[in-house]
């Protein structure tokens, strides 16, 4: 479909993660980095190994997948989060967080890099090795060149586990003890060897099952060897040895698994840490090392359980974090990773029920840190985010509230719609760059569509239908912004946030930075990830993760589709890939993430190109099966029709095609118009009637026919007020539709009440914490109570309700973390206790608030699976009215909710041709407002052609079929209202 431009009204919003983020990254093998096909170059830091070239390549950003769904951090609070180092280069592949199970102490590679997941050939030098013990092994060691360790790192064969023998690493370490304390590193490499070729030992150890230490003997040589060190007279000494020493040092203590005992050395280093030291790259690379060493702390109990005695080392931390000479430097990130050291000690506060004095002392050192930037920069929001996750409900203790939709404004200020399914808010780009983006999706959208013959029909139960895309000015502004903003991990290329794609009022976006090292792309990844969304809302039924990863064989689908549509025939290196015809097509279609970069994206490309030009109707069978849900039956499909009959045509294929330029060729047939109403048989519901072409709710009736087009349960109202006769206890009778105390008179005319109310449950039964589902609690309070539950499958349907007692009181619910006015995915907000909330959760742990209106007593709350409410959920509208001045005249733009001035306020828009239904819908805030429609001239209360006026602000008007032009609604305060909002919405 053409996409225009056209400016987008300013209006500000919240940003939440909605229970599932996607992401693009490089493929990992349990702990090994690949750089990705076709990553961009980059400028790297000298590496205080210059000589040995192979395990210190440039790095690369990383192409994003949805690996990170699983596998990478998605909250910057998570425990694996803020990695040392991670700033340092803005291109480099990032160390990830440990695997169910595993410790990521014992993980660094050749000189602290991930090692390699191919094998390496056989090396003289290091086969050498093999043969050597005990004097002669430390000799060799000490004079070797560093190559040459590094090859027992990446090779990881028997010749490595050969050399790491027990008896061997005790032998070196106990000769490097014996000349640890006076070894002069001001001019030697000698022990710098040593301990890099000791701490490969712990290494070989976590990669290579053939090798098993039974006992604490080589950890506790090395070990020894280590504290001998520490009275070297020269260990901190300026010099480039001793800062390259220093580096393999401190990497030792965590794979020697002696983490705790490494803190007062670490703390005496940071204590003397200067701005000569920051001047050496060696003392900077040794400064991460160090910094790096307590991150794998996190996972060392022992350390982590003794944060009260570490109070010289949260000093040094907050001492490098708060240096103006390290701040202001080139070398800023070492402030940052000091600091976010610092900050990782209120994840041990929390963990081991420290003292409240402890996380007092944290705020204290964070507010100071905040003290040192401008409001707003980025340092200044990272501090913020740690006051506000650690003291929630406190923001006005520290003048934050409201910080983070501030910061949005401050980071994103540019808003551009590219058409009605897509909008950016950016950093900086240009009006020019703006639509070349939106060129470039648009271009893309039309072509997926045309391959894949959606017909532009979404998938059932898919309400994502516009995306935002987010577009920060570098990586670097990605690093520092994105995860303080969306609460994700920045330790990729870009992130997909599909949400629950089948909850009203869910926000896909894919967050991305401007690829500031190329010419020849603007947005990393846009294409990729576009073809992501468009294949979660047309192909592939239900949120991320219902094919599974894992061992629903949906990846090479996933991963393919998006390599092939966005690039089309010209993919030179996939193409070169598929020449060596190592993997069947049986293989690659049994593709997981851990299956390797290659694999997912080149050979993921080959398998779907393949499908496409030699067998698209099993192409269209499966898409039959994506559609509609039904994952057992792709997989049976794959496994049974597919399985291995066209592997040998696979190899022929992969043996002659070509790279090329020529257009896609979509194979589909000429489409077929049976009843010749203008809709293609494969796009219409009713493909033999004239009269019908949709059935959006699929009752079976079509929309023109259905009064109620878009709700599966009703078609008919036989007396015009608005209820289907379904649900309508007395369809014939147009003033009355519900007998809520099944007496036989409706509600309007029951002057007993329409309802026996819910009595006063009387004195608490629970204040904060968690909740039983299907177990009644009863409530009170004042301002706002904390409540968490956990789920136990993704897309569970969960019902939260109130009733009963007296005031009022709210409902807020987050699924990732503390629900708040400023911080939710859903709420519910009548003016009442009669509230009920229903949201799609997923699983894990999720959260609850209850936020006071009014100080409510005697409430009673519940926690259900099922709805046992007939009440009506309240209508899902933004809150525009938290970050928005009132409004109370001009043009609306669809989607963007505004605040409504109180008394009589006018608005328009303008319908364009074919629009099926347009609803306006308001709420929020307190007192009554009114909504009058009329689409020959301006609306009021006395000229309308639809009108909605309950008693509050929760109004709702649906202008079904409208023509196409402007037209004109009013809101008016019945007799006022104050802090309502409204949104346009078009289908």
């Known amino acids: 479909m053409p996409i225009k431009s056209s400016p987008l009204i300013d209006v500000s919003r919240k940003f939440t993660v909605h229970a599932v983020a996607l992401a693009c990254s490089t493929i990992l093998f349990p702990f090994h980095a690949q750089a990705t096909n076709e990553a961009p170059p980059t400028v790297k830091e000298s590496s205080n190994i210059e000589e040995f070239s192979t395990t210190n390549k440039p790095s690369t950003i990383k192409e994003t997948s949805k690996l990170d769904q699983v596998k990478a951090t998605t909250n910057r609070f998570e425990k694996g989060a803020n990695i040392p180092g991670q700033q340092k280069n803005t291109k480099t592949d990032p160390l990830q967080p440990p695997a169910e199970g595993k410790s990521l102490k014992k993980i660094d590679g050749p000189m602290g890099a991930l090692a390699t997941a191919a094998e390496a050939a056989p090396n003289v030098c290091s086969s050498e090795m093999a043969n050597l013990t005990g004097q002669a092994l430390f000799d060799f060691v000490k004079q070797a060149e560093l190559s040459c360790i590094s090859e027992l790192y990446s090779r990881n064969d028997a010749v490595s586990v050969a050399v790491y023998q027990t008896a061997n690493v005790v032998s070196v370490a106990n000769q490097a003890k014996s000349i640890a304390a006076t070894y002069d590193s001001r001019n030697g490499d000698e022990m710098r060897n040593l301990f890099y070729f000791l701490r490969g030992a712990f290494y070989i150890e976590f990669y290579n099952d053939n090798l098993t230490y039974s006992d604490s003997q080589a950890a506790d040589a090395v070990y020894g060897a280590l504290q001998e060190y520490t009275k070297n007279p020269h260990l901190f000494d300026l010099s480039q040895s001793s800062g390259d020493t220093l580096t393999e040092f401190f990497s030792s203590w965590a794979s020697a698994d002696h983490i705790l005992e490494s803190v007062p050395v670490i703390t005496d280093y940071l204590q003397r840490f200067n701005p000569e030291y920051l001047a050496s790259n060696r003392h900077r690379a040794a400064l991460t090392s160090a910094l790096t060493t307590l991150y794998y702390g996190t996972w060392e109990d022992e350390y982590s359980q003794n944060a009260l005695a570490h109070s010289d080392l949260i000093d040094a931390l907050l001492k490098i974090a708060t240096s103006e000479y390290i701040y202001t430097s080139a070398y800023q990130y070492e402030s940052t990773d000091a600091f976010h050291e610092f900050g990782r000690f209120y994840g041990y506060q929390k963990t081991w029920n420290l003292p409240a004095s402890f996380k007092t002392r944290l705020n204290d050192g964070v507010q100071l840190y905040m003290s040192k930037f401008e409001r707003m920069s980025a340092e200044w929001a990272d501090g913020a985010g740690y006051l506000d996750y650690y003291n929630p409900g406190e923001c006005e203790a520290f003048g934050i509230c409201g910080w983070e939709e501030e910061l949005e404004r401050t980071a994103l200020p540019i808003n551009y719609t590219c058409s009605d399914t897509i909008y950016i808010r950016a950093q900086a780009l240009t009006d020019t760059e703006l639509q070349s983006s939106c060129d470039l999706m648009g271009l893309e959208e039309t072509l997926f569509h045309n391959v894949l013959a959606t017909g532009y029909q979404p998938v059932a139960d898919d309400l994502n239908e516009r995306l935002e895309v987010n577009i920060f000015d570098s990586y670097n502004d990605y690093v520092q912004y994105a995860g303080v903003i969306f609460g994700i991990g920045t330790n990729n290329g870009g992130m997909y946030l599909e949400g629950t794609p089948s909850q009203e009022g869910n926000q896909a976006r894919f967050i991305a930075h401007e690829a500031t090292w190329t010419e020849d792309i603007l947005v990393w990844n846009l294409e990729h990830e576009y073809v992501h969304y468009l294949d979660g809302r047309f192909n592939l039924y239900g949120a991320f993760n219902y094919f599974d990863i894992d061992t629903g064989k949906s990846v090479w689908w996933a991963e393919g589709l998006a390599e092939y549509i966005s690039k089309q025939n010209r993919n030179d290196g996939a193409i070169n890939v598929g020449r060596s015809q190592a993997f069947s097509l049986n293989e690659i279609l049994s593709n ?396």
């Open 592 to 987: 997981t993430y851990d299956s390797g970069t290659e694999r997912v994206y080149s050979w993921g490309y080959l398998a779907v190109r393949f499908m496409f030009e030699k067998h698209r109707s099993d192409v269209d069978a499966l898409l039959v099966l994506a559609r509609s849900g039904d994952a057992a039956g792709w997989l049976t499909y794959i496994n049974d029709t597919i399985g291995q009959q066209y592997n040998t045509e696979w190899n022929t294929w992969l043996a002659t095609v070509s790279s090329n330029d020529d257009t896609i060729d979509t194979g589909v047939v000429a489409p077929i118009d049976s009843d010749g109403d203008g809709v293609n048989d494969n796009q219409d519901a009713f493909p033999f009637d004239p009269t019908e072409t949709r059935d959006t709710d699929g009752d079976g009736v079509g929309d023109n026919s259905d009064m109620f087009p878009a709700d599966p349960t009703e078609t008919i109202d036989s007396d015009g007020d608005g209820f289907g006769d379904n649900a309508d206890v007395f369809p014939n009778d147009p003033s009355e539709w519900a007998d809520s105390d099944g007496d036989g008179i409706g509600d309007n005319a029951d002057t007993d009440g329409p309802i026996d109310p819910i009595q006063h449950c009387g004195s608490p039964t629970i204040t904060d914490g968690n909740l039983t589902k299907e177990q009644a609690e009863c409530v009170s309070g004042q301002s706002i109570n904390y409540f968490y539950t956990y789920v136990e499958e993704d897309n569970t349907p969960l019902y939260i309700s109130t009733a009963g007692g007296s005031g009022n009181v709210d409902i807020y619910f987050n699924q990732n973390i503390w629900a708040k006015t400023s911080a939710y995915d859903a709420k519910a907000t009548t003016a009442n206790n009669d509230e009920l909330l229903s949201v799609i959760a997923n699983r894990g742990w999720v959260y609850i608030s209850l936020v006071a209106e009014q100080a409510y007593e005697g409430v009673s709350l519940n926690v259900s699976l099922t709805n046992n409410d007939t009440g009506t959920p309240p209508l899902a509208i933004e809150d525009a009215c938290a970050t928005q001045a009132p409004y109370s005249y001009g043009a609306v733009t669809f989607g963007q909710a505004i605040c409504i001035a109180d008394g009589h306020s006018s608005y328009y828009f303008y319908v364009p041709a074919a629009t099926e239904e347009v609803t306006v819908i308001s709420g929020n805030g307190t007192g009554n407002v009114n909504l009058y429609g009329n689409k020959q001239t301006w609306a009021n209360p006395s000229s309308y052609d639809v009108k909605s006026e309950s008693s509050t602000n929760d109004e709702r008007l649906t202008i079904t079929a409208p023509s196409e032009g402007w037209y004109y609604i009013s809101a008016d305060g019945a007799p006022s209202s104050n802090g309502a909002s409204l949104v346009v919405n078009m289908k």
